[in-house]
């Protein structure tokens, strides 16, 4: 219980004073530098002959609590983090899938629009920072996995790798971008 007399000191600052005046909630102080000062009661604690009143813990919790710092927060939905498992980007380089017919259409030629599909669409990955692509070239020979080996091993910055087995088998190759090459 706080009186008129009483030297306080103010909890979150470094401010002691003798109290002047008590109304329901606030409580006027004299502080050591002559300005007259008002606070609540819950931000004021009794001091005896120099030394602090430590108030019970049950007493610091409520201050602390009514104090509008530590109320909490309605909770707000939490940002999700960036998504890393985003499906990768799929590039089918079969050539049914690039054009209607093959018609009229010698191998190299095939190879060739297969090659610059690839490129077009990795060129694209790169520009939109799609962090992985798969290309599907199917099994056949083994030409396009290795023209396709041959054209990614021009890229700085990207990894190469067969793609899932379960999901692709061998027809498959998985391309990793490294987003910021240093």
Known sequence: MINVGDIVSVLDEPITGKVISINSEEVTIATEDGFD?????????????????????????????????FKKKPKRPAPKPKERHLPPMEVD????????????????????????TAKRQLDFAISKRIPKVIFIHGVGQGVLKEELKYLFGRYDNVRTSDADYKKYGLGAMEIYIIQNPN
Do not use: C, W
Request: charged fraction near 25%; avoid cysteine; aromatic fraction near 6%.
């Open 37 to 69: 000062m008002t606070f609540f009661i819950n931000e004021v604690v009794k001091i005896q002959s120099g030394e602090m009143i430590i108030p019970s813990y049950e007493e610091v919790h409520r201050n602390l609590q009514e104090k509008e710092i």
């Open 93 to 116: 380089l079969h050539i049914h899938k690039l054009v209607k017919s093959t018609k009229g259409m010698a191998n190299h030629d095939m190879v060739n629009l297969q090659l610059d």
